[in-house]
T-cell receptor, first 117, second 114 residues
Framework: AQTVTQSQPEMSVQEAETVTLSCTYD???????LFWYKQPPSRQMILVIR??????QNATENRFSVNFQKAAKSFSLKISDSQLGDAAMYFC??????????????FGTGTLLAVQP | NAGVTQTPKFQVLKTGQSMTLQCAQD?????MSWYRQDPGMGLRLIHY???????DQGEVPNGYNVSRSTTEDFPLRLLSAAPSQTSVYFC?????????????FGNGTRLTVT
């Protein structure tokens, strides 16, 4: 069964600095999708960034980028120029490439990011 | 643009009571699902549906029932609430069931069972 591990329950970063959140996963599949979701205090789940496993190029979305190491099964999120609004719980998630009965998001336990002014 | 709408936002139940969490989406999405979020455990899949009339169990289905009579609605029923069902519940939908279809989440329902 696939698993997702986030080993950092809490992180802190100074405003305008860069922070990296770690995520590792376990799967025997070669094709899949990886995601980072942000959950602010409002409880809303917001998709931050998505990576297709068959793409070698790391995904980027403005200040957010990932370091995808397929062989190491690692998928870290880098937030550059951190802003107060980045403070939230961040979840790493895995989703199988194919749908059907195996289609579901598998979440890590989350990393709570604090941004210090 | 409503997206995925969950009601109620908050609910308190006594042990043994039953209730239905409502979920509706206006995007004509075929795939809908329910997750529960517990501290230190991330989100776990309860039930999902790949279309009207089709439902299946996820990772933690015990104590919950679902039905999908229309494309738009996917209610989650707690038959006899237990304190272990205290959690935040999220409904999510996507256009298709393959991994490339992005999930759209509702804003969650915080349920407390006393």
């Amino acid at each position: 069964a696939q698993t997702v591990t986030q080993s950092q329950p809490e992180m802190s970063v100074q405003e305008a600095e860069t922070v990296t959140l770690s995520c590792t996963y376990d799967t025997s599949e070669s094709d899949y999708y990886l995601f980072w979701y942000k959950q602010p205090p409002s409880r809303q789940m917001i998709l931050v960034i998505r990576q297709e496993a068959y793409k070698q190029q790391n995904a980027t979305e403005n200040r957010f980028s990932v370091n995808f190491q397929k062989a190491a099964k690692s998928f870290s999120l880098k937030i550059s120029d951190s802003q107060l609004g980045d403070a939230a719980m961040y979840f790493c998630a895995y989703r199988p490439y194919y749908g059907g009965a195996t289609n579901k998001l598998i979440f890590g336990t989350g990393t709570l990011l604090a941004v210090q002014p | 643009n409503a997206g995925v709408t969950q009601t109620p936002k908050f609910q308190v139940l006594k042990t043994g009571q039953s209730m239905t969490l409502q979920c509706a989406q206006d995007m004509n999405h075929e795939y809908m699902s329910w997750y529960r979020q517990d501290p230190g455990m991330g989100l776990r899949l309860i039930h999902y549906s790949v279309g009207a009339g089709i439902t299946d169990q996820g990772e933690v289905p015990n104590g919950y029932n679902v039905s999908r009579s229309t494309t738009e609605d996917f209610p989650l029923r707690l038959l006899s609430a237990a304190p272990s069902q205290t959690s935040v519940y999220f409904c999510a939908s996507s256009p298709g069931e393959n991994g490339n279809s992005p999930l759209h989440f509702g804003n969650g329902t915080r349920l407390t069972v006393t």
